[in-house]
């Protein structure tokens, strides 16, 4: 199973980018997607999972700001994020369980990506 997270980048405050993670490996109509965040010196927070169902839900920092999607044909989550502040810099990871099941813990995905670091400046 792989999952390859990609998409971080450089941006100003108030601008956007789209994370992607592209699965390979695994069943990915079947699977939650999960998508977290660390900080330097923090612990890997929550920030988005859209289950098998396509209906996402959303940590208080994302809502209204990002939008997670699936394309089941491509076996690929994006999650795009607009309005971006500085707080939001860190190592975005992307995550998979097999259980499909709405998952908010990051101790429930079973699969990981490797990370890709998005940087907001003021």
């Known amino acids: 199973v792989q999952l390859q997270a990609s998409g971080g980048g450089v941006v100003q405050a108030g601008g956007s980018l789209r994370l992607s993670c592209a699965a390979s490996g695994l069943a990915f109509n079947n699977c939650t997607i999960g998508w977290f965040r660390q900080a330097p010196g923090q612990e890997r927070e929550f920030v988005a999972q859209i289950t098998t169902s396509g209906i996402p839900s959303y940590a208080d920092s994302a809502k209204g700001r990002f939008t997670l999607s699936r394309d089941n044909a491509k076996n690929t989550g994006y999650l795009q994020m607009d309005s971006l502040k500085p707080e939001d810099t860190a190592v975005y990871y992307c995550?998979?369980?097999?259980?499909?099941?709405?998952?908010?813990?990051?101790?429930?995905?079973?699969?990981w990506g490797q990370g890709t670091q998005v940087t907001v400046s003021s």
């Open positions: 995550a998979a369980d097999p259980s499909g099941r709405f998952l908010l813990l990051r101790t429930s995905y079973r699969y």
